[in-house]
């Protein structure tokens, strides 16, 4: 069996000669098992074309769908969080800190910046899961605060994308006071008459909940989106009760008067245009 054994020895295919498919070439659907190709995926704002099942996204991402010609201001981008209380837990906070950033690109949870969406100019805050679960600390905090001081300065509406485990643990007290610190700024937006919209995107929990995300003139979320403020888990165990089924989606939140409206996110910078429409003359 001549053919089916290799006469030359030591033959070497170079790296860049092998032929394999690209990685991250298609991409399967946690919800339904549907398997698209990325571009395609892409071309629908990350969601499936099967089941419609909204995929994580990050800020740059956000970025992209909602800035005419993905052109936007960043604001405060070399934000980077400092070591308030010297917290070690597997890892030192700072090393924790470093490791994130190297691993995500990102300096902290949240971006943010100033564009045009249909012509129209907002601030987008967005959050980022993949930095330290979406947590909220002081650099979070911060940059909220401060771009809606560049909205009550320039008189801009205000959208927020939340997407959070709630506060981070390793700044304690001082993510905490986060809560306090953007709601009040919430108050001059409102004083001011600048809109103040919340999209609350999969997952949205803890203090990100009980603070500026559920504050919106317009509070709106992404179908099948986590909205809740403890898990189910906890909750259950709190109660000693079975929760309903379809406990804390955006479906429920919404059927429970906590939502506006949910937004496919294929629509979302349309309907955020006709929105600002009804609501902002400038
Ligand atoms: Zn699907």
């Known amino acids: ?18 032929r394999e498919a690209p990685d991250g070439l298609w991409y399967k659907c ?47 981008a ?24 190297k691993k995500t690109g990102l300096k902290d949870a949240v971006r943010t910046g100033h564009g045009k969406v249909n012509g129209r100019d907002l601030v987008v805050a967005c959050m980022d899961f993949g930095f330290i679960g979406g947590s909220m600390g002081s650099v979070v905090g911060e940059k909220i605060a401060r771009a809606m001081d560049y909205s009550l300065a320039h008189r801009i509406p205000f959208l ?11 700044e304690a007290g001082f993510s905490l006071m986060q809560m306090a610190k953007t709601s009040a700024k919430i108050a001059l937006l409102d004083k001011a008459g600048i809109p103040y919209i919340s999209l609350l995107t999969d997952p949205t929990t803890g203090g990100v909940t009980a603070s500026f995300a559920m504050l919106g003139d317009f509070n709106i979320s992404e179908p099948g989106a986590l909205i809740g403020f403890a898990g189910p888990r906890v909750i259950r165990e709190t109660i000693g009760k079975d929760l309903p089924k379809g406990f804390q989606s955006a479906e429920f939140v919404q059927e429970h008067g906590f939502l506006d409206f949910i937004v496919d996110r294929k629509e979302l910078k349309d309907r955020l245009a006709s929105l600002l429409d009804i609501i902002w003359k400038g």
């Open 30 to 76: 946690p919800d339904c098992g549907k398997i698209m190709h990325t571009r395609e995926h892409k071309l629908l704002a990350y969601t499936c074309s099967n089941c419609n099942y909204h995929e994580r996204i990050g800020s740059q991402e956000y970025f992209e769908l909602l800035f005419d010609d993905t052109l936007y201001t960043e604001l405060d």
């Open 78 to 101: 070399k934000m980077s969080s400092g070591d308030p209380l010297h917290f070690t837990d597997t890892k030192a906070y700072p090393d924790r800190i470093r490791a994130t950033e």
């Open 160 to 170: 927020m994308i939340s997407k959070s485990g709630g506060a981070r643990m390793m």
């Open 1 to 18: 069996m001549s053919w089916f054994t290799r006469k030359d020895k030591g033959i070497q295919t170079p790296t860049e000669a092998k």
